[in-house]
Structure formats: structure tokens, C-alpha cells
């Protein structure tokens, strides 16, 4: 079984531009959860969704957004980019609601210049 | 003061030794996973613990409600078990521990 792929793995952007970051679960999985990290903050909780409905946002201004499709797969897009958006973005599936094992991607590291 | 707290942040041990890692929080929780990450990024769900204690291979996690406080013990340490040790909890949403980087040495 394939596990999460995040997509792309590398990104580079200038300030102002956006991005969109792409994450497919594992097949059967229907919780997505996202995450930031930086080395000043650690890790962070983005959002989380089940069955294409957001049932839990973290603390981030509204640059951050997501959505979960049909297939279970998501995005997030972070508008505006600033300097300090420059993180490892992770994205975890799991099978039903987050409270259970979590199996995470690879990350995609986006650094804004 | 924040709402996980982990000791100790740094941990430096000999091969062969036997480890413990601690995280305390102060809220309440359903349940506490402890993560492991690899330098270059990659996370690995270790446990998730709602009571009492889970083993796997050398791998120990432990749990007390009442005290809100988990340990993560590692029996036998290998250099291979060198990473950063997170754990988290989710009254609601998701909050991490600022983690524990493991070094073993050989």
C-alpha cells in the first residue's frame, strides 16, 4: 500500500506569490491533517479534515487555507507569502477521526525569498 | 509555561544504554502519541497511548492520566535510534512538544 505522498517535496517562491501544496493519503484513509514546522516553533497544527469537512483549524492567519476533495485527497494554499512562512509542511492521514494513528508524508519544504 | 513540556531537550547516550524521555502537559487529553523524526524530515507515529503502557520491540511508552505525564523509554539504544522524539497531545486540536534530540553514540 502506497503511503502519503506530498507534492512537490522542494518549493522556492518570492514574497507576495502563492503556493498550493498537494497531499494524498493513504488508499481508505479519510482524515487529513496538516502541519507546520519551523525551527523556531516546532511543530504546529494547520488543519484537519474528514470526509471534505474542516473539523479543526489551528492558530494561523488566513493566508492558510485547505480543502480535502471527494477522494480524500488535499491542498493548502498559503496566499501572500511572507519571509516567516519558510517551513517544512507536513501532512498526516489516518484512517478515521486524527485521534488515531497518524502516518505521515515526507514534507514539502517551501522556502519564501 | 507551555502545554506540553518535554525533558530532556538534548540526550546524549552510549550504545547499549537505556533511555527515558518524559513529557508532562496540562491539559486534558483523549490520548498522547509520541513521534519520531529522522534528520531530513521524515515523522513516524510510534504510540498512541490513551492509559497504562505499549510495547514495541525496543520501545516502551508509559502513561499516567491522573498525572498527565507519559514517558517514552528506549531499552538497549542503538545508534539507529538517533532522532528527535516529539510528543503530542489533542484537547481539540494538535499541540507538540518543543521534542527531544536522542544521539547515541557507538
Known amino acids: 500500500k502506497a503511503g502519503v505522498t506530498q507534492t512537490p517535496r522542494y518549493l522556492i517562491k518570492t514574497r507576495g506569490q502563492q503556493v498550493t501544496l498537494s497531499c494524498s493519503p493513504i488508499?481508505?484513509?479519510?482524515?487529513v491533517s496538516w502541519y507546520q514546522q519551523t525551527p523556531g516553533q516546532g511543530l504546529q497544527f494547520l488543519f484537519e479534515?474528514?470526509?471534505?469537512?474542516?473539523?479543526n483549524k489551528g492558530n494561523f492567519p488566513g493566508r492558510f487555507s485547505g480543502r480535502q476533495f471527494s477522494n480524500s485527497r488535499s491542498e493548502m494554499n498559503v496566499s501572500t507569502l511572507e519571509l516567516g512562512d519558510s517551513a517544512l509542511y507536513l501532512c498526516?492521514?489516518?484512517?478515521?477521526?486524527?485521534?488515531?494513528?497518524?502516518?505521515f508524508g515526507a514534507g514539502t519544504r517551501l522556502s519564501v525569498l | 509555561k507551555n502545554e506540553v513540556e518535554q525533558s530532556p531537550q538534548n540526550l546524549t547516550a552510549q550504545e547499549g544504554e537505556f533511555i527515558t524521555i518524559n513529557c508532562s502537559y496540562s491539559?486534558?487529553?483523549?490520548?498522547l502519541h509520541w513521534l519520531q523524526q529522522h534528520p531530513g524530515g521524515g515523522i513516524v507515529s510510534l504510540f498512541m497511548?490513551?492509559?497504562g503502557k505499549k510495547k514495541h520491540g525496543r520501545l516502551i511508552a508509559t502513561i499516567n492520566i491522573q498525572e498527565k505525564h507519559s514517558s517514552l523509554h528506549i531499552t538497549a539504544s542503538h545508534p539507529r535510534d538517533s532522532a528527535v522524539y516529539i510528543c503530542?497531545?489533542?484537547?481539540?486540536?494538535?499541540?507538540f512538544g518543543t521534542g527531544t534530540r536522542l544521539k547515541v553514540l557507538a
Open positions: 491539559v486534558g487529553i483523549s490520548a
Open positions: 503530542a497531545v489533542k484537547p481539540g486540536k494538535y499541540i
Open positions: 488508499s481508505g484513509h479519510r482524515s
Open positions: 498526516a492521514s489516518s484512517f478515521g477521526q486524527s485521534e488515531n494513528i497518524q502516518y
Open positions: 479534515y474528514f470526509s471534505e469537512t474542516q473539523r
Open positions: 497511548l490513551s492509559s
